[in-house]
């Protein structure tokens, strides 16, 4: 890389007094800088997307924790509901079974008569 950027020049710099070996070197120095600027400035591109990324990821998932939370709520109600129709459900049974006993009695007594 520093030899490639020595011969080089960036906008807004200066040619360095042609013939000394020592500006040739500080013209190769600020090619090795401005790289190394280029890819600092490329990772801190790179580490900025990721952090918006794991904005969004981290708010898509308190939006599916919270609608997790929705469903359990919904679910201990239909929970209760189901409890209450079984409360309801069980003395029903039981007269269903009473009635045929019933109905059974009096088919026997129809008969007799």
């Known amino acids: 890389r520093r030899g490639a ?3 080089t020049m960036m906008p807004g710099e200066t040619p360095p007094p042609a013939g ?3 500006a040739a070197g ?3 120095n600020c090619g090795v800088l401005q790289q190394n600027i280029n890819e600092y ?3 801190l591109i ?3 997307q990721k952090m918006i990324d794991g904005d969004r990821l981290l708010t898509e998932y308190q939006q599916k924790c ?3 939370l929705c469903l359990l709520v919904e679910i201990s109600a239909l929970r209760c509901q189901v409890e209450q129709m079984l409360q309801k ?3 029903l049974e039981k007269c269903q079974e009473e009635l045929g006993s019933l109905k059974a009695e009096l088919e026997e007594k129809k008969v007799c008569l």
Do not use: E, N, Q, W
Request: hydrophobic share 65%; aromatic share 0%; net charge neutral.
């Open 5 to 7: 950027a020595a011969g």
């Open 20 to 22: 000394t070996a020592a």
């Open 26 to 28: 500080a013209c190769a």
């Open 41 to 43: 400035v490329a990772a």
């Open 46 to 48: 790179a580490l900025k």
């Open 66 to 68: 919270t609608d997790i």
């Open 89 to 91: 459900i069980l003395p």
